[in-house]
């Protein structure tokens, strides 16, 4: 899923759902999306393991089968209080607060990152710096990371881990139901931000757009148009 020599494109071409596209197209691209992810289903790591990752559930539990999300995914959670709960709502391992121990388990293809913007930095030196720097030390090939906290935007992660990483960051489509009746992914956008002048293989794209389909539509927000 990490080819190198996959085709980039820029930022301002980068406009997952194209108004000017056929609604006939755009389901047999997601189709086709989500058979080559579930050919090769990626490995997850979720830091930050609370509500907005519980929502997402629909977007990564329908990629594997039972035995492979045990295998496929490690949840990592802060919230002592409510650990037991999760672990017998949910089909993967959770941990509390071992986010390096997560990470060096399962070397995940994407991680979830999405702790409280108020300590995002800190987690960023502290587990992401160091599991980035054993990477590059074992050549292990780098993780796709997806980020949930509005701030620090992605630039910021470009600084601390390096210049070759895929990072955006990630406002999902919060509308799912209207008076109780799910809309099934076809109202609203989750919009995903890039950060100019780090562009991602075509294949990367491909795969995060066909993650966040049960949402809704994928559309590029531009840095400077961000709040």
């Not at 609604?23 to 189709?31: A, P």
């Not at 491909?206 to 966040?212: G, H, I, P, V, W």
Request: with cysteine; net charge negative; charged share 15%.
């Amino acid at each position: 899923m990490r080819t190198r020599n996959c085709a980039h494109v820029t930022n301002s071409g980068l406009v997952l759902q194209n108004i000017n596209k056929t609604h006939k197209n755009l389901e047999i691209s997601l189709v086709r999306s989500v058979i080559m992810i579930k050919d090769n289903p990626p490995k997850i790591v979720i830091i930050g393991f609370g509500f907005l990752m519980g929502y997402l559930y629909p977007c990564y539990s329908r990629l594997y089968s039972e035995k492979e999300m045990e295998n496929c995914i490690i949840a990592v959670t802060a919230d002592e209080a409510t650990l037991e709960e999760k672990r017998a709502k949910y089909d993967f391992p959770i941990l509390l607060h071992d986010n390096m121990g997560a990470l060096q388990t399962l070397y995940p293809d994407i991680i979830l990152f999405a702790p409280p913007p108020s300590v995002a930095p800190a987690l960023t030196e502290s587990v992401l710096v160091p599991y980035f720097q054993q990477l590059r030390t074992e050549k292990k090939p780098l993780p796709d990371l997806y980020v949930f906290p509005p701030s620090p935007q992605g630039n910021y992660y470009i600084q601390m881990l390096g210049q070759d990483i895929h990072v955006c960051n990630i406002l999902p489509n919060m509308v799912s139901q209207i008076n109780g009746i799910s809309l099934e992914g076809k109202e609203g956008n989750t919009h995903i931000t890039i950060p100019d002048g780090h562009p991602w293989p075509q294949e990367n794209l491909a795969r995060l757009q066909s993650f966040f389909a049960p949402l809704g539509g994928v559309v590029a927000v531009k840095p400077e148009h961000v709040l």
